[in-house]
Structure formats: C-alpha cells, structure tokens
Nanobody, 122 residues
Framework: QVQLVESGGGLVQPGGSLRLSCQVT???????????MAWYRQAPGSQREMVAEITHAGATRYVDFSKGRFTISRDTAKNTVSLRMNSLKPEDTAVYYC?????????????WGQGTQVTVSS
C-alpha cells in the first residue's frame, strides 16, 4: 500500500538546476503518527548518504554539500516532498532516493522509493 515515486531526475549541465519530487501514498500523519521525509543519494561505488530531511514539524536539516544549494520542502495536502537543487556539480551525480520515516507509539517504519537518476555533466 505504501508507495514512494520519485520524478524529475535527468541530465543537467554544471551550474544548472533541477527539481525532484516524490509522491507518497499509503502513509501520512493523519492517523496521529509522525512522518519525516528525506532525500538520499547514492553514487556508483559509494554508500547511500542523506541529502536533506524535513521533519513532521517542518524543520529541515542539510549536510555540508547540500547546505546553501539544495532546498527540501513538503506539501502536506498533496503528501509530497520535493528537492530543489541549484548550482549543480558533477559530484552531485547519483541516484536520488525519496525516504519516509513514520513513527507511531515508539515504532518506526522506513520506506524508500525506487530512485531517480541525476546526472550533472557538460
């Protein structure tokens, strides 16, 4: 029932911008649970790493490479999470994954999308 579907990936030149979106179905906070959303990425031969996250309360967190360049946002009504990426660099090339973590009564559930390819190249 739970499904995360990413979109918006593609080829972009260095310095360009791209906006990723993730449609989430089957899980939300309407049942009183807390739902956090995040974007992760994984380059070939590398470990999957967090790009940005946004909590149920709307607080955001970034890492060094994403801070100041990327912006994560969520639309509660549509149950989507987006990632706007500016000033893209070749090292941003990776498969980007949508992630949802649901907490309910101390129990955590993790969900992942299939990923969308982002390639930054001239």
């Amino acid at each position: 029932q739970v499904q995360l579907v990413e979109s918006g990936g593609g080829l972009v030149q260095p310095g360009g911008s791209l906006r990723l979106s993730c449609q989430v179905t089957g899980v939300d906070g309407s049942d009183g649970s807390r739902v956090a959303m995040a974007w992760y990425r994984q380059a070939p031969g590398s470990q999957r790493e967090m790009v940005a996250e946004i909590t149920h309360a709307g607080a955001t967190r970034y890492v060094d490479f994403s801070k100041g360049r990327f912006t994560i946002s969520r639309d509660t009504a549509k149950n989507t999470v987006s990632l706007r990426m500016n000033s893209l660099k070749p090292e941003d090339t990776a498969v980007y994954y949508c992630n949802v973590v649901q907490e309910f009564s101390g129990r955590y559930s993790w969900y992942w999308g299939q990923g969308t390819q982002v390639t930054v190249s001239s």
